[in-house]
Structure formats: structure tokens, C-alpha cells
């Protein structure tokens, strides 16, 4: 129940297409939806996030959409660049309790070809 | 604003060792959280610390810990150092009582062997 199932494990997108990467989960007090990316070397980085109460949220190229009733949610890349080729991973948060932690997916590795 | 600082950036150690990882939060963060990851098992929770006390614990043997100090720096200690235990450990440093927004340092880079 405290899993998130991420899929794709890889993707390879041309230059100007759209990268989508999804996410399911099972535990329903999960609150809080976040995506990072990671590239090598460096630690994961804070992307976009969304709350269960908002279907959609776009920032720029990264759309996330939210699927509530299918506990489903998932990353757009519109207009993939090279300069996206990382890994991405979706995790979840109990947003309200005081203690808690990011439960990650295994990741995607995105590569934008040229 | 600095971000979250860990150090060392790698570390080679040999089994049966002990080792300390350091983490310097961001100035005014107090919740500093932990995280192991690895080809296999991608990241995992180790342990969250906030004001000093341990909040939180995922699910490693006892022979990880970790303590945060006042100034909201944290450590984490791994003894009895197996070849499993080769990974990027990270460190990530969340605003508030709520813990999200985390933002993780480089990590270090361990291996054991």
C-alpha cells in the first residue's frame, strides 16, 4: 500500500515531442504529489508538485495531471529538449500527519534525442 | 540562499568499517531527512529528523543512525559496513513541521569493499 508504480522505466523522445511519464499508488492519504529530476551526479530536484485537490497543474513545459478516482497521476514534457534527458521520479506524501517521508517510484530515464 | 551541503561527496570504505555522512540543511530548515538509493532499489526512506529528534524511521536495520544537532545539521552513521550498503546516500532539508518540499543535497557516494 505504501508503493508508487512508475512506468515507463525508460523513454526516448525526439526533439519537440511530448515526454509522459506515469504514476499509480494505492495508500488514498497520500496528499501530496511530487516530481523530481535527477541528473547524474547531482541529487533529485524538486520539478512540480500537486495536491489531490487540483486535477491539473502546469508549469511552463511540465504539466501534471491528477487522477483522483484512478489514483493515477502523471508528468508532461511538452516540446522535449535534449537538455531534459534525466531521470524523473514521482513520489507521494502524507501531507497532513507530522511525521512522514517521500515514498519514490523506481524512476524514468528520458532521453531527448536531437 | 545555499542549498543543502553534504560531505563528503565520496567515501571508500571497507567492510566491517563504520562510517559518518554529514548534512548542512538549509539555513532555517529544521526537518533534515535521509535517503538511500540505489541502481536496485531506487530511493528509500532511512530516517527524518526535526528539532533534534528522530520523527521518523524507514525500514534499515539499527546498524544506520543518525542525530541532528541544534544549529539543525545532521549526521548519519552506518557500523559493521556490508558490500550492500554501497550506495548515494542523500540528504534532503524540508521549511516546516509539514516536511514537504524537500530539497536534497548531491548526496555521498559510498562504496564498501
Known amino acids: 500500500q505504501q508503493q508508487v508504480k512508475q512506468s515507463p522505466q525508460s523513454l526516448i523522445v525526439q526533439k519537440g515531442g511530448i515526454s509522459i511519464i506515469n504514476c499509480a499508488y494505492e495508500?488514498?492519504?497520500?496528499?501530496?504529489f511530487p516530481w523530481y529530476q535527477q541528473f547524474p551526479g547531482k541529487g533529485p530536484a524538486l520539478l512540480i508538485a500537486?495536491?489531490?485537490?487540483?486535477s491539473e497543474k502546469k508549469e511552463g513545459r511540465f504539466t501534471i495531471s491528477f487522477n483522483k478516482s484512478a489514483k493515477q497521476f502523471s508528468l508532461h514534457i511538452m516540446d522535449s529538449q535534449p537538455g531534459d534527458s534525466a531521470t524523473y521520479f514521482c513520489?507521494?506524501?502524507?501531507?497532513?500527519?507530522?511525521?512522514?517521508?517521500?515514498?519514490f517510484g523506481k524512476g524514468t530515464k528520458l532521453s531527448v534525442k536531437p | 540562499k545555499a542549498g543543502v551541503t553534504q560531505t563528503p561527496r565520496y567515501l571508500i570504505k571497507t567492510r566491517g568499517q563504520q562510517v559518518t555522512l554529514s548534512c548542512s540543511p538549509i539555513?532555517?530548515?529544521?526537518?533534515v531527512s535521509w535517503y538511500q538509493q540505489t541502481p536496485g532499489q531506487g530511493l528509500q526512506f532511512l530516517f527524518e529528523?526535526?528539532?533534534?529528534?528522530?520523527?521518523n524511521k524507514g525500514n534499515f536495520p539499527g546498524r544506520f543512525s543518525g542525530r541532528q544537532f541544534s544549529n539543525s545539521r545532521s549526521e548519519m552513521n552506518v557500523s559493521t559496513l556490508e558490500l550492500g550498503d554501497s550506495a548515494l546516500y542523500l540528504c534532503?532539508?524540508?521549511?516546516?513541521?509539514?516536511?514537504?518540499?524537500?530539497?536534497f543535497g548531491q548526496g555521498t557516494r559510498l562504496t564498501v569493499v
Open positions: 534532503a532539508s524540508s521549511p516546516g513541521t509539514l516536511g514537504t518540499e524537500a530539497f
Open positions: 495508500n488514498t492519504a497520500f496528499d501530496y
Open positions: 500537486i495536491r489531490p485537490d487540483v
Open positions: 513520489a507521494a506524501w502524507n501531507y497532513g500527519g507530522s511525521q512522514g517521508n517521500l515514498i
Open positions: 539555513s532555517g530548515h529544521r526537518s
Open positions: 529528523y526535526f528539532s533534534e529528534t528522530q520523527r
